[in-house]
């Protein structure tokens, strides 16, 4: 379990050199800099967009740029001078639009978009899989019809859409604050009342998340149930007299579980990248804000920070359901496969 | 006895002396003498993005940060908004010699940093040093020179300090203000200086109390994504007509809302004070619910930046292809005067005035709009919608009208078809609609143009690196009224030239005049002979039409109706550029 653990991570970072040249290749693609947003800027005279260019090392080509940010980025530094690597911390560089490291722009918003995506995550597992164990078992009844058709329906209900209804539904019965995060007296509240606030403002956002992102996951739960009810060995336990909630509680679960965590890693992660638009509509204080804006102001640091911290959720989403798998299911285990 | 009355004597003078010191001293004070307000109180405002950073040499990148950092540094003066007058700030007066080279400025002497430290002439040449020292990249640096020669600050007391010029140079007053000099502490960030990481200070990740401001509202406390919180600066140096030291409100809390719609739910449920860009689509909505909500939308005058509409006028070469930027056939069109006449007077502004901007916008003639009320010339061409005047003009430019297919065709001397491509940006619908509308006009007079959005900064991109496009349809900000602001636009030498960029030699003759003129208005401080100038400036602009000026949307603010003392203009930041006279 360990080498397959380690082998893991080793190709995690693999895979993020290949992301982050990728990103830098694409970026350079399109026209222009973070300072060309500044040209026609009529507070700021060229002169000073040179000089900035110059010292921000924008002059010269994406592959050198690469390097170069590579270099900061590595925990083993080369000494041109004395020529002799030497151990450094990791330095993400820094924002050209926010003038602070991005190492902490990201720390400051990172936690929020997490708790969104892991509330979000929470609502649609508690629901998705008593519901898809109630299509299961009455399947292609009216029932399972019914809530398949809701489900479809937040699935193709546009985001933004979604978001703008639930702003206007809090607008008008005052029922929920109007976006964001916290309320503008939060500081002067105790733990208690802070916990409550953000609560308060996290129920709107994570719902619509939840909403717009459950029918899949209703869907493979109702596959997966469905599978393990046709099973020869639910005939048996039938036979045997085992009554009907035992059977479903201790064999159908355990059995079905097995796609359902594959998928569960896959849909964290999902989640994170697809919070981006809730965010944006609802105010709410993530990442996905501050990545759209460094997308749009080419701020090459920040943006690749960004793309690294999602493909790391990517793999690790990953890594984990396949832990999880093979934690739940002795019929998978690495180690003594011939995989490796 | 006698004894008695000595002490009443010394008592009664000491009394008398201290009255007087404190009349001195509170003459020092800036009274606003028509003013007045209840203190206490907290504003709620609203900003679509997160501030950058607070600090104000490096702030005027994005509106986000300048927005704040104008409500907590001063300059020398400050610019009265409204009525376009420049007023005393940290300086209490000023007189300038003879020659009009040397200025003396008189600072307050009761001024002080938020931390209690005086204000004085030292920080006055600090922050000049500061500005030109060659570690440090800030607008300012070129800003403040004349001629790419600096100015020189001396010491004359603590309080007192004496600039000099090298020569007479109009807008100098006007840069002294909080935009382009904002003075700086010298006790708080003289080392900071010395050592090059003075550009890190004053960011988003700093300490607010280490911020020290000498404008109305200090930093309390910023929570990123979500608010800015600012408090009042106890030692503001401006007083009302009650002798109340201003501002007015304990707090100011500015909340990071990203979406218009939250805004202005926000606003009609009450949760925000004011908001100063109403854009025109949202108009008649907000007005609807205005009245119930307990807001007053006011429409502040025209937009001082109008949309233009001008032709790739660069003949000059590409040296990677060794031909001209665009076609030659296209250069010999844009080139003629008549040809941009004829579609100035082909363009339905009305129309799109009506259908698109909702009536929220207004004719606008030339580079400058009735709101700037001293330097607009009213007495240029109306370019009315007028499609036979039109095709005379291309008729005498040589073009002709021809029938295909039942198609109107225009085409040129050489029997070359007219069309070309018309490049906006793509963030801004009302401006894409608007180039549709523009594009079935010109049909009406045979020309067929290909409308292209293009993300922002590639459009900057053609515009100011490699000049490949055709035609473009956009609007500058003006960020001040007066016509020294306008130089980067008009002189035919500048990058920001924009049909024409970079010229080493004025290409016309009416080009070279321009750049006289503005040469000109620039060495003199008399207002009248720079207006005089000026005039003549916007006549040739109209004459030749380099660009074509079609309408400026109106500049609309909305705020809640028991808010006092507010003065907007249509210049940013619209109302809260009195913050400190705000109150409920």
């Known amino acids: 379990m360990i080498k397959f653990i380690s082998r893991r991570l080793f190709n995690l970072i693999f895979i993020l050199l290949g992301v982050s040249f990728i990103s830098y290749f694409l970026i350079s693609l399109t026209p222009g800099d973070y300072l060309t947003n500044l040209a026609l800027n009529p507070e700021i005279p060229p002169s000073i967009i040179e000089k900035i260019r110059k010292d921000y090392n924008l002059d010269k080509p994406w592959y050198i740029q690469y390097f170069k940010w590579l270099h900061n980025l590595s925990p083993i530094g080369f000494d041109t001078k004395e020529k002799h690597l030497f151990i450094k911390p990791p330095d993400f560089g820094y924002s050209f639009s926010y003038k602070i490291k991005v190492s902490t722009l990201i720390y400051q918003r990172f936690g929020n978009t997490i708790l969104l995506s892991l509330a979000a995550q929470i609502i649609i597992w508690l629901l998705a899989i008593p519901l898809g164990l109630l299509c299961a078992i009455k399947e292609n009844k009216t029932l399972d019809k019914i809530i398949s058709f809701f489900s479809f329906t937040g699935l193709s209900f546009p985001e933004i859409l979604l978001g703008l209804l639930a702003l206007m539904f809090a607008a008008y019965t005052k029922l929920f604050p109007i976006g964001g995060m916290t309320s503008s007296n939060f500081d002067e509240m105790n733990s208690f009342q802070k916990l409550l606030d953000i609560l308060h403002h996290l129920f709107l956002p994570a719902l619509i998340l939840a909403f717009t992102n459950i029918a899949i996951i209703i869907r493979y739960a109702r596959g997966a149930f469905i599978n393990s009810l046709k099973s020869p060995f639910m005939k048996a336990l039938k036979a045997k007299g085992i009554p009907s909630n035992i059977i479903i509680s201790r064999h159908i679960f355990r059995n079905a579980l097995n796609p359902l965590i594959t998928l569960f890693g896959y849909s964290f992660a999902n989640l994170i990248n697809s919070s981006f638009l809730i965010e944006v509509i609802m105010s709410w204080p993530g990442l996905g804000l501050l990545t759209l804006n460094a997308i749009f102001s080419k701020d090459i640091f920040l943006i690749n920070a960004s793309v690294l911290l999602a493909t790391l959720f990517l793999v690790l989403g990953n890594l984990i359901a396949d832990i999880l798998l093979a934690l739940v299911d002795p019929r998978i285990r690495y180690e003594s496969s011939n995989k490796l | ?584």
């Open chain 2, 1 to 584: 006895m006698k004894k008695r009355f000595c002490v009443l004597l010394i008592f009664l003078s000491i009394n008398l002396i201290s009255v007087i010191a404190e009349k001195r001293t509170e003459q020092d004070f800036l009274i606003l003498p028509n003013t007045s307000g209840t203190k206490g109180g907290t504003l709620i405002l609203a900003s679509i993005s997160d501030p950058r950073t607070f600090n104000p040499l490096l702030s005027s990148e994005e509106q986000s940060s300048s927005y704040i950092t104008n409500m907590m540094f001063e300059g020398l003066v400050s610019i009265n908004l409204k009525t376009q007058e420049i007023q005393p700030a940290l300086a209490k007066k000023w007189e300038t010699s003879q020659d009009g080279k040397k200025w003396i400025f008189y600072l307050r002497k009761t001024a002080k940093w938020s931390d209690g430290h005086p204000i004085t002439a030292d920080d006055v040449i600090f922050t000049l040093n500061t500005i030109y020292h060659p570690k440090i990249n800030t607008p300012s640096k070129d800003i403040l020179q004349v001629n790419q020669s600096k100015l020189k600050a001396i010491k004359i007391d603590d309080h007192t300090v004496k600039i000099i010029l090298p020569q007479v140079y109009a807008p100098f007053l006007r840069q002294m203000e909080k935009g382009s000099f904002p003075i700086l502490p010298k006790h708080k960030w003289e080392a900071k200086v010395k050592d090059g990481s003075f550009l890190s200070e004053m960011s988003l990740s700093s300490d607010p109390h280490e911020i020290i401001v000498s404008g109305p509202y200090m930093l309390e406390k910023y929570v990123p994504g979500q608010r800015v919180i600012l408090k009042a600066n106890p030692y503001f140096y401006k007083m009302d007509k009650n002798k109340v030291r201003l501002p007015y409100f304990d707090r100011i809390i500015i909340n990071i809302i990203s979406d218009y719609n939250s805004i202005y739910l926000k606003l009609i449920s009450g949760e925000l004070d004011l908001w100063e860009n109403v854009r025109a689509e949202d108009y008649s909505l907000l007005k609807s619910k205005a009245s119930e909500a307990k807001f007053n939308i006011e429409i502040l005058g025209i937009s001082p930046g109008p949309e233009m509409l001008w032709f790739n006028l660069n003949n000059g070469i590409n040296p990677k292809t060794k031909k001209t930027y665009i076609d030659e056939k296209k250069l010999s069109w844009f080139n003629n005067t008549q040809f941009r006449k004829a579609i100035a007077y082909a363009i339905n502004r009305e129309s799109i005035i009506k259908n698109i901007y909702y009536q929220t916008a207004k004719i606008a003639l030339g580079m400058e709009t009735e709101s700037n009320t001293f330097w607009y010339n009213p007495n240029l061409t109306t370019y009315s919608y007028d499609i036979e005047k039109s095709k005379e003009l291309l008729t005498k430019a040589g073009f002709k009208l021809i029938e295909e297919n039942s198609k109107k065709k225009l085409i040129d001397k050489h029997a070359n078809e007219v069309k070309f491509n018309l490049i906006t940006n793509s963030e801004n619908i009302t401006r894409i609609n608007a180039a549709n509308f523009i594009s079935s006009d010109l049909k009406k007079i045979g020309i067929s143009i290909n409308v292209q959005p293009l993300e922002f900064r590639s459009l900057v991109a053609k515009l100011t690196e490699t000049y490949d496009y055709d035609a473009c349809l956009l609007a500058f900000t003006r960020p001040d009224l007066d016509p020294s602001s306008t130089m980067n636009f008009l002189l035919s030498s500048s990058g920001m030239h924009i049909w024409h960029p970079n010229q080493s030699e004025p290409f016309t003759l009416w080009e070279k005049q321009i750049d006289d003129l503005m040469h000109k208005q620039l060495n003199t401080y008399d207002s009248q002979l720079r207006r005089k100038y000026y005039w003549e400036v916007q006549k040739i602009m109209d004459e030749y039409l380099p660009v074509i000026y079609l309408y400026a949307p109106l500049s609309i603010s909305i705020y809640k109706k028991n808010l006092k003392n507010l003065k907007c203009s249509v210049i940013e930041p619209h109302c809260v550029w009195n913050i400190e006279e705000l109150s409920w």
